[in-house]
């Protein structure tokens, strides 16, 4: 074993756990409620929202875990989200008809105080500064 | 929901948050001033969770959906004791951080209780 994965979740990378496991609760809570109300209503932006709620709590997951493996899900999910926020947040305000109903990513964030724009950015510095180093330390050592 | 009574759970909020949002960043690690202000919060949810049960009762009733308010509030009295558990298992500055974080989750999500109850916006 040449290389190890540095532990996600120490330091300051707990505190970006947190805000990641209540931004996966929030998103899960609004999506569920959605769902049941009225998903006739906007099923695109509503099953968006469950989509996010789903990739936020694996992101979660994926930062507690340790491992190569969970690392690659990390980046996978920060990027999906960071790109989701991007795309949706343009959606929405260029075809309002699509996107009738608010989403996690509606605006950018907007309904969130922006922590969903923010966030992936800060998770992606955190995987980068946690980054899989080459050590002549083996695994588990 | 009785007005006054959830501007006052939205300031001991903001103000518990912001106090262990500070405290964490300048080290402290989780003490009884802030697991404790962490508890009062919580408290005053299962308080808002008994007036809100028994408000349709006496002619005070949501103006929003009322399950949206229940999600909200729901998810709102779970994330203190999580949050209180952290701080239980994690000795470290940063939980001291994530209780100022919860707490703060709490004000932002009483405020949209707040908005769902009197202002109608869901």
């Known amino acids: 074993m040449t290389t190890t994965t540095p532990s996600r979740s120490t330091g300051i990378g707990r505190v970006l756990i947190a805000v990641y496991a209540l931004l996966a609760l929030a998103a899960t809570g609004r999506s569920v409620f959605q769902l049941l109300d009225d998903f006739d209503k906007a099923p695109v932006a509503y099953a968006l929202s469950a989509l996010a709620a789903v990739v936020y709590i694996v992101a979660t997951i994926a930062l507690v875990a340790p491992g190569d493996a969970w690392y690659r899900v990390a980046w996978i999910t920060i990027s999906f989200e960071l790109l989701g926020v991007l795309v949706v947040g343009l959606l929405s305000i260029f075809d309002p008809i699509l996107f009738p109903a608010k989403t996690v990513w509606s605006g950018f964030g907007a309904g969130y105080a922006f ?6 950015i800060l998770g992606m510095l955190w995987l980068h500064h946690r980054r899989p180093r080459t050590t002549a330390i083996p695994a588990g050592a | 929901m009785i007005e006054w009574f959830t501007w006052l759970q ?18 402290k690690r989780p003490a009884d001033i802030t697991m404790g202000a962490t508890a009062l919060v919580e408290v005053l949810l299962m308080a808002q969770i008994v007036v809100s049960l028994l408000a349709p009762a006496f002619g005070n009733t949501a103006t929003g959906s009322v399950l949206e308010f229940w999600v909200y509030l729901v998810t709102a009295a779970v994330i203190p004791p999580l949050a209180i558990v952290w701080g239980l298992v994690d000795r470290s500055r940063w939980s001291t951080a994530v209780l100022g974080v919860a707490s703060l989750a709490v004000a932002v999500m009483l405020y949209r209780m707040y908005q769902i109850w009197f202002v109608q916006v869901a």
């Not at chain 2, 939205?10 to 080290?27: F, N, P, S």
Request: hydrophobic content about 80%.
């Open chain 1, 115 to 120: 922590v969903p724009l923010v966030l992936p």
């Open chain 2, 10 to 27: 939205i300031a001991v909020a903001l103000v518990a948050g912001l106090l262990a949002l500070a405290l964490g960043l300048l080290g």
